[in-house]
């Protein structure tokens, strides 16, 4: 079974950025709990980070016929970006949203997810494990498909 991991803008910026939010693990240390997690999960993972909402519509429309299923962490577009949950729906495959913080004991404008509604759901406030938790999530739902 194949993932698409996908990250929208400045998690790239993992460990520099707002450390008492987000922890000081870096996105290279994500990259390799992702690879980990995969494996014992028994899935094939590609992860792809761009800071630009057209790269990550571009990723999806471009690739998605050779994926199963996607995890978006789609950073602040979660909060406004309509193109993006469009590209979501356009392509019928089941994607799950996940964020490392809670985004709803946080700012008000980080309460609302745009892209949620596209997704077959959401899982915040776990640190690296809300892409773990993820990922089992997603697999349990293509299998029952
Ligand atoms: C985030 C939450 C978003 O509100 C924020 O803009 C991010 C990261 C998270 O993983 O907690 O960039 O998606």
Same mark, same amino acid.
């Given at each position: 079974m194949k993932i698409l991991i996908l990250n929208g803008p400045n998690l790239n910026f993992l460990g520099k950025r707002e450390i008492g939010i987000y *922890?000081?693990?870096d996105y290279e240390e994500l990259k390799i709990f992702l690879k980990k997690s995969a494996k014992n999960f028994d899935l094939e993972i590609e992860i792809y980070q761009s800071n630009h909402e057209g790269y990550l519509i571009d990723k999806i429309q471009e690739e998605?016929?050779?994926?199963d299923g996607f995890i978006i962490?789609? *950073?602040?577009?979660?909060?406004?970006s309509i193109a993006l949950y469009d590209a979501i729906k356009s392509v019928n495959k089941p994607f799950v949203e996940v964020h490392l913080s809670n985004i709803h004991s946080r700012?008000?404008?980080?309460?609302?997810?745009?892209t949620a509604g596209a997704c077959i759901g959401q899982i915040s406030g776990f640190g690296f494990n809300s892409y773990k938790l993820g990922l089992i999530a997603l697999k349990d739902y293509i299998i029952e498909l």
């Open positions: *922890g000081k693990r998605y016929s050779k994926f962490n789609p *950073g602040a577009l979660t909060h406004y700012e008000e404008f980080r309460k609302n997810s745009i």
